[in-house]
C-alpha cells in the first residue's frame, strides 16, 4: 500500500505560481512511476504530467508543456508539480498517482494509487 497526500493548493492570479506537493507513504515510493492530473467542475479527469521511478524521464500534457515541470525527491518521498504562468484553464482539483509499472502512462486507469486532491483555483 503506498498513501499519497497532496498540498500546495491555493487561489492565485492568472500568470503566478503555485507548486504542489505529493507526499508519499507506505512501500517504497522509488518503486513507482508517479503521476500528476486534474479534474474541473463538470470535465473528466485529465492528465497533468508523470515522472519516471528515478526521475530521469518526464511526460507532459501539450496544455501545460513549458509551463508546468514534475520532479521528485526520493530520500524525502515527494513528488513536486511547479506551475508557472498559470491561467484560468488550469482551475482544478489536482491529484497525484503512483503508477507500478516501468513506462509512463497518461491513462489514470493504469495508476494504482491516488491522492485526495488540492485545489487549485487561477483567477483572471
Known amino acids: 500500500q503506498v498513501q499519497l497526500v497532496e498540498s500546495g493548493g491555493g487561489l492565485v492570479q492568472a500568470g503566478g505560481s503555485l507548486r504542489l506537493s505529493c507526499a508519499a507513504s507506505?512501500?517504497?515510493?522509488?518503486?513507482?512511476?508517479m503521476g500528476w492530473f486534474r479534474q474541473a467542475p463538470g470535465k473528466e479527469r485529465d492528465f497533468v504530467a508523470a515522472?519516471?521511478?528515478?526521475?530521469?524521464?518526464?511526460y507532459y500534457a501539450d496544455s501545460v508543456k513549458g509551463r508546468f515541470t514534475i520532479s521528485r525527491d526520493n530520500a524525502k518521498k515527494t513528488v513536486y508539480l511547479q506551475m508557472n504562468s498559470l491561467k484560468p484553464e488550469d482551475t482544478a482539483v489536482y491529484y497525484c498517482?503512483?503508477?507500478?509499472?516501468?513506462?509512463?502512462?497518461?491513462?489514470?486507469?493504469?495508476?494504482?494509487?491516488w491522492g485526495q486532491g488540492t485545489q487549485v483555483t487561477v483567477s483572471s
Open positions: 515522472i519516471s521511478r528515478g526521475g530521469g524521464t518526464t
Open positions: 498517482a503512483a503508477d507500478v509499472a516501468l513506462v509512463l502512462h497518461t491513462e489514470g486507469r493504469a495508476y494504482d494509487y
Open positions: 507506505g512501500r517504497t515510493t522509488s518503486n513507482y512511476a
